[in-house]
C-alpha cells in the first residue's frame, strides 16, 4: 500500500514537501519515483531515486527547485518543492519502479 500526502493550495513561489508513506511491500528494494499527472498532458516524470539514495534524476521543469529523498527506515519517500509555479498543479503520486503499486496521490494547487 502507498499513500501519498502533503499536498495543498500554496501561492506561486511558496513550498511544499510531499511525503509516500508505504506498507506490505519491500520498500527498500525498489527505486522510487515521483510521477505528476497534468490534465493536458498526462503523466509526467517528476523525480526519481535509487534503492540507497545514491542517484537521484529529475524532470527538467522541476530541476533546481524539487529534491527527493527517502528514509528506508521509514519506509518513505519525500518530494520537497519549492519556487512552487502555477503550472506545477498537478495530482502527485508515488511509484516503485517495475511494480503494479499506486497510491491514491495528493493534489497540489499553486495559485498565481
Known amino acids: 500500500q502507498l499513500v501519498e500526502s502533503g499536498g495543498g493550495l500554496v501561492q506561486s513561489g511558496g513550498s511544499l514537501r510531499l511525503s509516500c508513506a508505504s506498507s506490505g511491500l519491500s520498500f527498500s528494494g525498489y527505486d522510487m519515483t515521483w510521477y505528476r499527472h497534468l490534465p493536458e498532458k498526462g503523466r509526467e516524470l517528476v523525480a526519481a531515486?535509487?534503492?540507497?539514495?545514491?542517484?537521484?534524476t529529475y524532470g527538467g521543469s522541476v530541476k533546481g527547485r524539487f529534491t527527493i529523498s527517502r528514509d528506508n527506515t521509514k519506509n518513505q519517500v519525500y518530494l520537497q518543492m519549492n519556487s512552487l509555479k502555477p503550472e506545477d498543479t498537478a495530482v502527485y503520486y508515488c511509484?516503485?519502479?517495475?511494480?503494479?503499486?499506486w497510491g491514491p496521490g495528493t493534489q497540489v494547487t499553486v495559485s498565481s
Open positions: 511509484h516503485p519502479d517495475q511494480s503494479p503499486y
Open positions: 531515486i535509487t534503492t540507497t539514495g545514491g542517484l537521484t
